[in-house]
């Protein structure tokens, strides 16, 4: 019995240095999310995605992300998941998760005049290098989220930036109050595109108003 409990307790000690270990590696990743206060706007939005207008749900707020990975192994992003919170006037808190992944920024033009259909498809956020630069795409660092077209693309398919839009919130305290606390979390791993070793656990706080 004794012996038992021995075993337990080595292998829940066991499996908490390996999360610690993975942690760790995790807390060497800085992220930094652009504004750190969104100003939320309480009309409808809209961006262009190629050409497309996408609306955007009021109220709502945009922000950008950028990642310095001072670990030693490359990191791949491959989603970004916004938790927003507001509390009603009872007090009561509740939470809108919202998801994004660079396939949404994925198109095609049409072929006109006997030509060919450009398809441009996006696979993730990008992958950040140890000891790489934001100038250099090939060894990339310490800048903000990019999603670069996948080997299936047409020749000549853009690098495109990532700028996240929140829309559809829940307002607080009252009707008019648009205060949210938001927890911004990059889903990704560590590893090279195509080769993830182990998950990438990381998020920011921010507060938009």
């Not at 080595?10 to 908490?16: C, K, N, V």
């Not at 206060?37 to 749900?57: D, I, W």
């Not at 990339?140 to 047409?154: C, Q, R, V």
Request: aromatic fraction near 12%; charged fraction near 15%.
């Amino acid at each position: 019995m004794h012996q038992w409990i021995r075993i337990v307790a080595l292998g829940f000690l066991a499996s908490t240095l390996l999360q610690c270990g993975k942690h760790g590696r995790s807390q060497k990743v800085k992220i930094t999310v652009t504004p750190g206060q969104p100003r939320v706007f309480n009309v409808n939005g809209a961006y262009s995605n190629n050409g497309t207008v996408v609306e955007v749900p009021a109220p709502y707020f945009s922000a950008s992300m950028a990642i310095n990975n001072e670990s030693d192994t490359p990191i791949t992003i491959v989603g970004v998941r916004f938790e927003v919170t507001s509390t009603d006037a009872q007090g009561t808190p509740s939470t809108k998760k919202v998801s994004f992944n660079a396939a949404s920024l994925s198109y095609s033009i049409p072929a006109t005049g006997g030509g060919v259909t450009t398809t441009c498809n996006y696979d993730d956020f990008g992958q950040f290098d140890p000891g790489g630069s934001a100038l250099d795409l090939r060894k990339y660092n310490d800048g903000p989220l990019f999603a670069e077209p996948n080997s299936s693309s047409t020749a000549g398919c853009p690098t495109k930036g990532a700028t996240f839009y929140v829309g559809g919130l829940t307002p607080g305290l009252s009707p008019n109050s648009f205060s949210y606390s938001v927890k911004v979390e990059p889903i990704g791993f560590f590893g090279a595109r195509g080769n993830p070793e182990d998950r990438f656990y990381g998020f920011s706080t921010i507060y938009a108003h």
